[in-house]
C-alpha cells in the first residue's frame, strides 16, 4: 500500500496526536515512535474514556489513536462519543482485536482507520499520514472484504451482531466466540462477572437466542466467519 504524505515533512506545522490507551508500556512505545516523527507531536495520553473526553476538549489535537479496550468504557463509545463532540477529530484504532471482527464497526462509529498492534510499527505512521492525507487506512485483506460503509444491510442482515448489539455488548460477544468464559471476559473489560452476565442474557434477547450454549456456538461460528 502506498503511504501518502499527509503534512509534509519539515512543515512548520505539527500535527498534534492524542494517544489512548490503558496500558502504560505501549503508549509509551508508540509515543516515542511518533513523536520521532519531525512532523508529528503526542499532544496528551489518556487511559480511560473520561480522562480522553477531557484531553480532547483542552488539547484540541488533530487525530487521535484510539484502543478498543477501555476501563470502564467501550473504545467504540469514546469514539462515538469524541466524534459527536469533536466532528473534526481524525481517530485512527490501534488494537489488539482482529480487524476482520472490528474493523466496519470501528468505521461505521466514526473511526477512519484500524490498525492491529500486531502489525509493524511502520504500519501505524502509514496510517497516520493516510488518514491526513483523508482517506481511510485498512490492510489490504479488510478492504477486500468489506462492503462500503453506509450501504443498507440486506439480506437478514437485521440481527447481524454488527448491527444491533450496542457497543459493549458487541465487544463481550467477540469474547464469547474467543472460548472466554464470563469470568475471563470480566477480568479483561474490568466490569463484575455479574454486569458481563447481564451484557449476555441482552445479547441473546436482541440476536433472539434462547440458552449460553447456543450463544456460544453461534459466537464462535460468526468470529469464524467473519475472519474468513
Partial sequence: MTQPQGIPRGSAETVQILLVDDHPLFRQG???????????EICGEADTARQALTLAERLSPTLAI???TLEESSGLDLIRRLRSLHPELRILVVSMHDEMLCAERALRVGARGYVMKREA???VLSAIRTILAGEVYLSERVRARLRPIGDSPGGGE????TTVLSDREFEVF????QGLTPRQVAQQLHLSVRTIEAHREHIKKKLGIRSAAELLKYAIHWNQEERG
Fill in 121 to 123: 510499527a511502520e504500519c
Fill in 174 to 177: 467477540q469474547m464469547i466466540g
Fill in 66 to 68: 484510539v484502543d478498543l
Fill in 30 to 40: 508508540l509515543a516515542q515512535l511518533i513523536n520521532q516523527e519531525s512532523d508529528l
Fill in 158 to 161: 437485521g440481527t447481524s451482531p
